[in-house]
T-cell receptor
Framework: DVKVTQSSRYLVKRTGEKVFLECVQD?????MFWYRQDPGLGLRLIYF???????EKGDIPEGYSVSREKKERFSLILESASTNQTSMYLC????????????????FGPGTRLTVL | AQSVTQPDIHITVSEGASLELRCNYS??????LFWYVQSPGQGLQLLLK??????LVQGIKGFEAEFKRSQSSFNLRKPSVHWSDAAEYFC???????????FGAGTTVTVRA
C-alpha cells in the first residue's frame, strides 16, 4: 500500500510567520501534489511536482512556494502566512510519467489543518 | 478545461436506505471520472473510476456509479447505507492529456440511525 504522511495534523501559526508543511511518500511515485481544501470549494491545486527539483504552478499558487529536493519528499512553504491561508492542506501522489494523463489513482495523505491567527 | 458540479451540499439518509450522489461534469472529450471519499480526519480514498467500456462501474465498499454521456453525469449509488458511510464524497474529472484532476465541491453524507 502507498503511504503518504504529512508532518502535522494540526498547526497554528501567526500572521507573517514562515510555515513549512511536509509530505513524504514511500512508494517511489514520480508525481506529487499539494491541494488546498475549503468548504464549498472542494480541492484546489496549489502546486505539482513531477520530478526532483521540478514543479509547476497549479490553480492557486499565489502566496505559496514548494521544494522537492528528494523524490519522496515534497514541501509546501508559506513565505509569510496570512489569515486567508487558514485551510486544510492535502498532499497527494501518483505513479506515472510527467504530463501524462490522470489515469492513475491519486493517493492522499491525512491532511494538515492550518490555522493562521 | 474540465469542471465538475456536485449539486447537493449535504444529504441525510437513514441507515439501510439507498443513497445516490449526483455529479455533473463539463468536458469536450471522453472524460476520466472518479469518486473519492473522505472520512472524518482522513485523506481522500478512491471509491471507483471510469475511463471507458461498461458505463456501470463497481467500486469498493459496495458503491457503484453510472456514466451517462447524454446527461454528462456520473452519479454514485449504494443500495443500503451503513453508519460508516458517513463522510464527504468528491467527484473528480480528468483528461487523457492532462495530469490534473478537477474536483467538485463535495457532498457531505450524514447517516441517521
Amino acid at each position: 500500500d502507498v503511504k503518504v504522511t504529512q508532518s502535522s495534523r494540526y498547526l497554528v501559526k501567526r500572521t507573517g510567520e514562515k510555515v513549512f508543511l511536509e509530505c513524504v511518500q514511500d512508494m517511489d511515485h514520480e508525481n506529487m501534489f499539494w491541494y488546498r481544501q475549503d468548504p464549498g470549494l472542494g480541492l484546489r491545486l496549489i502546486y505539482f511536482s513531477y520530478d526532483v527539483k521540478m514543479k509547476e504552478k497549479g490553480d492557486i499558487p499565489e502566496g505559496y512556494s514548494v521544494s522537492r529536493e528528494k523524490k519522496e519528499r515534497f514541501s509546501l512553504i508559506l513565505e509569510s502566512a496570512s489569515t486567508n491561508q487558514t485551510s486544510m492542506y492535502l498532499c497527494a501522489t501518483y505513479r506515472g510519467l510527467a504530463g501524462q494523463s490522470s489515469y492513475n489513482e491519486q493517493f492522499f495523505g491525512p491532511g494538515t489543518r492550518l490555522t493562521v491567527l | 478545461a474540465q469542471s465538475v458540479t456536485q449539486p447537493d451540499i449535504h444529504i441525510t439518509v437513514s441507515e439501510g436506505a439507498s443513497l445516490e450522489l449526483r455529479c455533473n461534469y463539463s468536458y469536450g472529450a471522453t472524460p476520466y471520472l472518479f469518486w473519492y471519499v473522505q472520512s472524518p480526519g482522513q485523506g481522500l480514498q478512491l471509491l471507483l473510476k471510469y475511463f471507458s467500456g461498461d458505463t456501470l462501474v463497481q467500486g469498493i465498499k459496495g458503491f457503484e456509479a453510472e456514466f451517462k454521456r447524454s446527461q454528462s453525469s456520473f452519479n454514485l449509488r449504494k443500495p443500503s447505507v451503513h453508519w460508516s458511510d458517513a463522510a464527504e464524497y468528491f467527484c473528480a474529472v480528468g483528461a487523457q492529456n492532462d495530469y490534473k484532476l478537477s474536483f467538485g465541491a463535495g457532498t457531505t453524507v450524514t447517516v441517521r440511525a
